[in-house]
Structure formats: structure tokens, C-alpha cells
């Protein structure tokens, strides 16, 4: 059984706004009319499957890319507005973009340059992502866990109060999971607006306060991960099914057979527990039952997937994509 506490929200702070955001690269609609909000104090997770729209959307968010309409703000301002962007938002779109000969501590000396931030925080960084060693060797021979945590310490040289990264989780082992999720939990309880893209519910479940799930560009939902949760439930298995099902209906609990058990529209483990002692019955088995988060998921995104169908419109996208990457020059 797994117990979530959620925090409290912090009301000051920079929050994310995005507002009736489009992006049409031609005639393809990669991100749709997309409204959603970020609140300080929180993760949040900016889910859906391959293709549904999240890089794009961060990149509005980044100034990398121009919306054809909406807007996208940080703290209410477009990050084009930001004075200094190093203090507000810290991002790591892609763990792949570092100079292959250049060390990732030489990597960040570039970047503290370029932002006016102390070289001493160079080394405070790669201590805090864990690689201070390792940042003394060239990047080219990174592992992919090892370059997020690069990104994530260049995302960090400017004590942003905004993160944004984009598939952190991705590369890194178990470990290295625990290891991400206890380090945004630190941020967010400093009241930092922690957004980290994910392909995976179940990779970021652990780690996430809030979601905001798209699919083919658009908005499918919005919400607490205890919300996605819905009604909690319990399971609970004995040697008479219907005995124990009619004393549950004498407390007000609707229940119905699921296999060899029951399963009882309540969380209170305890009541249920009781109703079978009263009602003489043993108990073999008694938890709350947890959501199949990977069915949840699927159900939401991949039954209209504009991406699936695989072979052919993916290739079609990327034909698209390289077609046109060329029109949006230093856009991109
Ligand atoms: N520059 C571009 N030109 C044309 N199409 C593009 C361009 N950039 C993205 N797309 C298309 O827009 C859609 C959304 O892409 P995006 O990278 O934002 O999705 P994503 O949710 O981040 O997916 P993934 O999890 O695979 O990274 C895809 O179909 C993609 O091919």
C-alpha cells in the first residue's frame, strides 16, 4: 500500500501560465489551443506519449520557439520579457547538447560566464547533481544519466525559482530516479515551480504533485495525482463473498466480486475489517487497491494517438518536421 501526502500550496512564487497556445509547423497542428497552469511550490508532471506535443510546448514556454497563437508566460511574463533569465527559469531540454570535448565542468564555467554567476557555483552544482568527479572528464563520454545530471546542474547555475526539464527521468536508473525525485522534492519545497516532462505516468508517479496530461497538442487533463487516483478502494478476500458483501451493504458499502475477492467502494480499511469480525468471517486478504495507472494512461492518450499507426505517420511527421525546420531558422 502506498501513502501520498501532498503539500501545501504556495501561493507566491512564479507560476507558469499557458494560455490557448498553438504551434502549426505547415499544415500540422503540433500543439492545439493548449491552456493549463504550473503553481509554485509543486511538481508538476506534463505528460502524454511520443509526439503529443510536450518538447514544442516547452520550447514556446523557453522563447525557442514562436507560438502562431496564445501565450505562454513564467511569473506573467513571455520569457523573451525575463531581465534575467538565469534567475527565474532554469531548463534542460535535451540531455545531448553539450560540447562532446569540452569537460561538464568547463561546460558550466561557459555558461556561469555568460550568466555573471560565480564560478564557485560551478563546483556547488556538479556536487549537488552528484558528478563532481565525473565533470572533470570530457562530455563525450557521458553516460545518458550522467548528462542529465549535467543539464539539471546547468538548469540550477542561476538559482532559478522556475524548473523545467524536459524527460529527466530518461537514462537514469532506479536509483538515479530516487536520487532526481528527493532533489525536486527539496526544490519544491522551497516554493521553486518544478516542470518535468514525462512519456511515462508510472516513471514520474512517485515524483509528481500534479499532472497535466496532453495528447495530438491538446489538453486531456489537468489535475492532482491524488485526483488521477479517483475513489480509493479496498480489496479484501474471505471464505463467503455474498455473507461478507451483505453485512458491507448493512454499513453502507457497495462492493463488487472481482476474482476471488472483493472489492469494496471505501478506503477505510479498518470498517471493512470490523464488518467481518461482526459478521464472523476470516480475512485472508485485506489492502487498499491501487490504480492501474498504466491502463489510466493508455486510456486516456493512446486510444486517439494521431502517432500511432506507427510506421507511416511517424515517418510522415519527421518528413514534415525536417521539411520545414528549415523555414523556422533561428526560431528554432
Ligand atoms: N520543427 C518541426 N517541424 C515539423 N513538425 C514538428 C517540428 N517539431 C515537432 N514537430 C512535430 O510535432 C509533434 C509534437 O512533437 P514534440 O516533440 O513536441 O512531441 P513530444 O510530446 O515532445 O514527443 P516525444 O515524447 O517523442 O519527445 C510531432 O508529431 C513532431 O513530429
Known amino acids: 500500500m502506498t501513502t501520498t501526502t501532498t503539500p501545501p500550496r504556495v501561493t507566491e512564487g512564479a507560476r507558469i501560465e499557458v494560455r490557448d497556445l498553438t504551434k502549426r509547423f505547415g499544415s500540422f497542428t503540433a500543439v492545439d489551443n493548449l491552456s493549463f497552469t504550473v503553481e509554485p511550490g509543486r511538481i508538476t508532471g506534463f505528460l502524454g506519449p511520443n509526439g503529443a506535443g510536450k518538447t514544442t510546448t516547452l520550447r514556446m514556454l523557453l522563447g525557442l520557439v514562436n507560438p502562431s497563437s496564445g501565450a505562454a508566460t513564467i511569473g506573467g511574463q513571455s520569457y523573451r520579457e525575463i531581465t534575467q533569465p538565469m ?75 522556475v524548473l523545467i526539464l524536459d524527460e529527466p527521468a530518461n537514462g537514469l536508473d532506479p536509483e538515479g530516479i530516487r536520487w532526481l525525485r528527493g532533489f525536486l522534492r527539496h526544490l519544491s519545497a522551497q516554493g521553486k515551480t518544478v516542470l518535468i516532462s514525462s512519456h511515462m505516468l508510472q516513471e ?17 487533463k489537468q489535475g492532482a495525482m491524488d485526483d488521477l487516483h479517483g475513489e480509493a478502494h479496498t480489496i479484501v478476500r474471505t471464505t463467503d463473498l455474498d455473507a461478507l458483501a451483505g453485512a458491507l451493504r448493512v454499513a453502507d458499502v457497495t462492493t463488487k466480486v472481482q476474482d476471488d475477492s472483493l472489492l469494496a467502494e471505501t478506503h477505510d480499511l479498518r470498517l471493512v475489517g470490523d464488518v467481518a469480525l461482526r459478521a464472523g468471517l476470516p480475512i485472508y486478504e485485506l489492502r487498499q487497491a491501487t490504480t492501474d495507472l498504466e491502463a489510466l494512461f493508455f486510456e486516456l492518450t493512446e486510444g486517439t494517438n494521431r502517432n500511432l499507426g506507427a510506421g507511416a505517420a511517424g515517418q510522415g511527421a519527421a518528413t514534415e518536421r525536417d521539411a520545414i525546420a528549415g523555414q523556422e531558422g533561428g526560431n528554432e
Open 204 to 220: 514520474v508517479e512517485q515524483t509528481v504533485d500534479d499532472v497535466v496530461i496532453i495528447n495530438n497538442g491538446r489538453l486531456i
Open 87 to 161: 534567475a527565474v527559469v532554469g531548463s534542460a531540454l535535451e540531455a545531448t547538447n553539450f560540447h562532446p570535448g569540452r569537460t561538464g565542468r568547463d561546460h558550466l564555467r561557459v555558461l556561469a560566464d555568460t550568466a555573471g554567476v560565480g564560478v564557485q557555483r560551478v563546483d556547488e552544482m556538479l556536487e549537488l547533481v552528484g558528478i563532481p568527479a565525473a565533470a572533470r572528464k570530457r562530455a563525450g563520454g557521458y553516460s545518458m544519466g550522467m548528462r542529465q545530471r549535467l543539464g539539471l546542474a546547468a538548469a540550477m547555475l542561476g538559482d532559478p525559482q
